[in-house]
């Protein structure tokens, strides 16, 4: 007879086992433990506690040795992490540095990654829309991907869901392009915005302009005082962590509050290689967790595997869970896993100035902008590329303007910055992209991580498509801010690798045959039904709006699937 530890086997099995521990893993833990499951919540990274491990949370510009600005050194060595906006001195050390966790870019990828208990979850901008019925019909109607075998009716009820606990903030704005949810007061747009807003509606009978919807709270209900969150101050430092709780995250909602249940085992620093397949009894029954710091292996198990280690990592330990029965990964029967990756095309931007009344200004730094529902390809196919992009615009007034012959020092220069300058517009895109075969991540053959894992190699580009709705975004928005009264408008491509968008999903997409897809209209694998995947490496497309709130419904769907699932014996 073998050598069994009983002990360690039974202090290693659990109910159900969450990988990854940012927005989606996050709500996989408390839905979970909720229904009453013991749940173990994996996280590669270190451990990152609720306002404890804010370092940099309340440190003013001049308590930094560089005023907030990368010392060169870091930027050279981080050249993919440096391009990201949020990277910066005060958050930097939430962020993936290059040189520790390599990949293979077979084409230009900017894979932005943040290691910790929370994850992105710390660092995301925190715009939240909901999807219409447009978003999960495309496919299907305009022929790419493969049908999504949900509806928005299937997940409405859960964004609900999600939204009270969350927070979000917007108003009520009766669109059918992008449904309205459970909100808090909206943000305002200032007087120019507004004024922007009402030349663009006048001239556009299909553009509606909004103020932005994000996960701040503006006016806390009880359910945010329960965990501890308060009111967004409009300070703008979201990156560095909120001690306030005022925008969400793992570590100040949704992670606390699974822990109240005395069911969540929460173990930083392990970084998972693969799930474990029984051949036996054709299901999973665990997985294999490399420790980060000693190298040791241990295994744990669990009746339930929810998968939520960010969408390409998430794709990397499938493409590494292989067996006799899954040589090629976990439920990878037919070459699908991996492939199908998409993003949100970000390339399109434009600047403009506005003359705006010199009297009016504005109070705080909000935390969303204005924006545009998309206006393309709605009702029927009428451009010349397929899908649409959202819009988002700002107004500002900026110290001092474009003044080139401002003084940089002195009393002259304290002067000119006691005042602001003229009024300037900033609009951007947000398009989508299609799923495409060639878009794609597989394992390295010969390239192993530090802890033994292969590499992943990255094979992700744009499209003719995706150039042709940039240059409809860049006429357009022209045209619009032409309309609106702007004036010297400046128009841009950034050129930007796929990835800076920090938007990829797929590669273990959603549908309804197993032949053309990986995950049920429950986020199961179609062949291994007691591991789920909710992140975004389960998405069919990528819509145009912004995709967590989206990521977090499914979560939240799929978890208390999977609970009563395994209550019934059907896992």
């Not at 747009?189 to 807003?197: A, D, L, R, S, W």
């Not at 408008?489 to 549908?511: K, W, Y």
């Amino acid at each position: 007879m073998a050598n069994v530890n009983f002990n360690e086997l039974q202090n290693n099995t659990f109910d159900a086992i969450v990988i990854g521990s940012g927005i989606s893993g996050g709500w996989a833990a408390k839905e979970l433990c909720e229904q009453g499951l013991k749940t173990l919540l994996l996280e590669r990274g270190k451990d990152v506690v609720h306002i404890k491990d804010y370092p940099t949370a309340t440190m003013n510009p001049w308590d930094f040795p560089h005023r907030g600005r990368l010392p060169l050194q870091i930027k050279e060595s981080n050249p993919i992490a440096e391009r990201c906006y949020a990277f910066s001195e005060a958050s930097e050390h939430f962020f993936v540095k290059d040189a520790e966790h390599p990949y293979v870019q077979d084409k230009p990828f900017d894979w932005i990654r943040g290691y910790q208990v929370g994850g992105k979850s710390l660092l995301w901008a925190r715009q939240t829309q909901r999807w219409s019925k447009f978003d999960f019909e495309g496919p299907a109607r305009d022929g790419f991907a493969v049908d999504w075998p949900i509806r928005y009716e299937d997940i409405a009820p859960w964004y609900s869901h999600v939204e009270h606990f969350v927070g979000i903030s917007g108003n009520h704005d009766g669109l059918e392009t992008l449904p309205d949810g459970e909100f808090l007061p909206a943000w305002t747009m200032n007087v120019v915005e507004k004024e922007i807003q009402k030349r663009i509606m006048s001239n556009y009978s299909d553009r509606n302009v909004i103020i932005g919807r994000c996960a701040h709270l503006t006016q806390p209900k009880e359910i945010h005082l329960q965990q501890g969150r308060g009111q967004c101050q409009a300070r703008s430092l979201c990156e560095r962590g909120c001690p306030f709780g005022g925008y969400f995250s793992s570590n100040s909602s949704t992670i606390p509050w699974a822990s109240k249940t005395g069911k969540l085992t929460l173990r930083p620093d392990s970084i998972v290689h693969s799930i474990i397949y029984d051949e036996s009894k054709q299901r999973a029954i665990g997985v294999r967790v490399i420790d980060a710091h000693t190298n040791k292996a241990v295994e744990y198990f669990s009746k339930i595997i929810f998968v939520n280690a960010s969408t390409l990592n998430t794709n990397l330990i499938l493409l590494n869970s292989t067996s006799k029965r899954f040589p090629d990964g976990l439920g990878n029967d037919h070459g699908l896993l991996g492939k199908y990756i998409a993003f949100h095309n970000y390339r399109g931007s434009m600047t403009a100035s506005f003359d705006g009344p010199m009297d009016k200004y504005y109070y705080g730094r909000r935390p969303t902008a204005v924006m545009m529902p998309n206006f393309r390809n709605l009702y029927k196919q009428e451009t010349d590329f397929l899908r649409g992009y959202m819009v988002f615009y700002t107004a500002t007034r900026a110290a001092w303007g474009h003044n080139t012959d401002r003084p940089t020092v002195g009393a002259g220069f304290k002067e000119a910055i006691s005042e602001p300058g003229p009024w300037n517009v900033f609009m951007m895109m947000q398009g989508e992209t299609i799923p495409k075969v060639n878009n794609m991540v597989q394992l390295s053959s010969n390239l192993k991580d530090k802890w033994g894992i292969q590499l992943l190699r990255i094979s992700v580009g744009y499209d003719d498509n995706d150039a042709r709705l940039l240059k409809d975004f860049l006429i357009q928005g022209a045209e619009m801010l032409d309309k609106a009264g702007c004036k010297n408008i400046i128009t841009a491509d950034s050129g930007q690798n796929p990835g800076l968008d920090i938007h990829e999903i797929g590669g273990v997409r959603m549908g309804k045959d197993p032949k053309t897809s990986m995950l049920n209209k429950w986020n199961q694998l179609h062949t291994c039904k007691n591991v789920y995947v909710t992140d975004g490496a389960c998405m069919t497309s990528t819509g145009t709006q912004n995709p967590s709130l989206t990521f977090m419904a499914l979560t939240a769907r799929a978890a208390n699937h999977a609970a009563a699932a395994l209550q019934r014996g059907e896992i």
